[in-house]
């Protein structure tokens, strides 16, 4: 069994930064891609940003230039860091990895970003 942990998030005023983690627990030998996805109140869930095995990275275009993912394959963890917030940034966080070809998701974490 796999467990996703995200931790990091929190309340920050806009034009502020957060850096967000997923670790991973449990039978995790190998991440083949990990991923972050973000829902907001009466907005869909909508993919942030992802990172294959190779560290090829894809972006929503909502905060391309601004946020930046990354993986520590040794820590099995990833990573959001998230730079020059905006109050529509705030949703859960959702960290998303696939392992031994199954999807895992984390419980989410909140960010708040005030004005």
């Known amino acids: 069994q796999v467990q996703l942990v995200e931790s990091g998030g929190g309340l920050v005023q806009a034009g502020g930064s957060l850096r967000i983690s997923c670790a991973a627990s449990?039978?995790?030998?190998?991440?083949?891609?990990m991923g972050w996805y973000r829902q907001a109140p009466g907005k869909q869930r909508e993919l942030v940003a992802t990172?294959?095995?190779?560290?090829?990275?894809n972006y929503a275009d909502s905060v391309k230039g601004r946020f930046t993912i990354s993986r520590d394959n040794a820590k099995k963890t990833g990573y959001l860091q998230m730079n020059s917030l905006k109050p529509e940034d705030t949703a859960v966080y959702y960290c998303?990895?696939?392992?031994?070809?199954?999807?895992?998701w984390g419980q989410g974490t909140q960010v708040t970003v005030s004005s």
């Open positions: 449990g039978s995790v030998f190998r991440i083949n891609a």
């Open positions: 998303n990895a696939m392992v031994v070809n199954t999807l895992y």
């Open positions: 990172i294959t095995s190779d560290g090829t990275t």
